[in-house]
């Protein structure tokens, strides 16, 4: 199985014929996503298309993909059921909300910037009507070898048992990276902002129900208390092992580091407070995104002697 995404999701993209749709929805075909159509009412009819590079850059094929005036009538043509947005901030809320009117069933936005009295607005609204929405200013989520949506690299990890839930992008592809021998079910970068449509919680507990992911690791970073929140969670619902990172140990009092959600006042928020609640749900946490990737593997190693042991 895979979390949120997988080979059957078949993805629109709106605003598939700006800059930045055109390139990701290129990467996403090459990662052999099932991208079946943008959305740009100003282009419908259009068909755009893309050089598809093969396996390891090895020759490319040629993919041409429809654009449709709106959300409704790409679900209607192709069956769509995720919608990646890539539309610029003052055009978020209503890519959103129309894709949540039309019944999209994930948008996944990756859109940065976005006021925080917009982002309340569409994540609310698409809840209300069974949109889950993951982010916005997010990386979006890839199920490896089966499908990506959203502008997490493809190529730096494969399939396997790990499920990664991170706020931080970046942090999210290293992890990916330094456990690519190993690989993962689903990685979900939710986003950093003050307000997201899905939370560490969520991933958890999506998570725990797949058969095919072993181990979790939770990604966090300074500012809020998702972290306190999600070790709560674990501690009460989780049976599988969870490894943590706290991004933002040597933030300074007061100021904000990188996303909108991560700025400490005072004693909250800390990244000390978040590892000391994880730790305290039986959360085993990392000093450094390689540090954690060892625990990893060390929990795994333990989860795997017991059936190594042979009886004459």
Do not use: W
């Amino acid at each position: 199985m895979a979390v949120f995404l997988t080979e059957e999701s078949r993805i629109l993209v709106q605003g598939m014929t700006g800059a930045e749709g055109m390139r990701h929805t290129r990467r996403m075909l090459a990662a052999g996503t099932n991208v079946v159509g943008g959305v740009n009412p100003r282009k419908a009819g259009l068909a755009v298309a893309f050089d598809v590079p093969g396996p390891e850059g090895r020759g490319s094929t040629r993919r041409t993909v429809p654009v449709f005036g709106s959300v409704r009538e790409g679900i209607e043509a192709t069956g769509a059921d995720v919608s990646v947005v890539f539309v610029p901030p003052a055009f978020a809320r209503a890519a959103v909300l129309e894709a949540a009117d039309a019944g999209i069933g994930l948008a996944v936005v990756i859109t940065e910037g976005i006021p925080v009295h917009d982002s309340v607005a569409f994540c609310a609204y698409a809840a209300a009507r069974g949109t889950r929405v993951i982010g916005p200013n997010c990386p979006g989520l890839i199920s490896p070898g089966r499908s990506n949506a959203g502008i997490v690299p493809a190529d730096i990890t494969g399939p396997g048992r790990i499920g990664l839930v991170s706020k931080s992008g970046t942090l999210t592809y290293q992890l990916m990276h330094e456990l690519r021998d190993i690989g993962f079910s689903t990685c979900v970068g939710i986003g950093g902002d003050p307000v997201v449509g899905t939370s560490h919680i969520d991933c958890l507990a999506a998570f725990e129900k797949d058969p095919d992911t072993e181990l979790i690791v939770l990604i966090g970073e300074i500012g809020g208390d998702a972290e306190e929140r999600a070790a709560a969670y674990v501690r009460d619902h989780v049976t599988k092992p969870v490894v943590g990172y706290i991004a933002g140990f040597t933030a300074p009092e007061g100021r904000t580091m990188g996303h909108a959600g991560a700025i400490v006042s005072g004693s909250s928020g800390t990244a000390q407070a978040k590892k000391k609640a994880l730790k305290a749900a039986g959360v085993r946490v990392g000093d450094t995104p390689t540090d954690t990737a060892r625990l990893v593997l060390a929990r795994l190693a333990e989860r795997a002697a017991p059936s190594d042991v042979t009886h004459s």
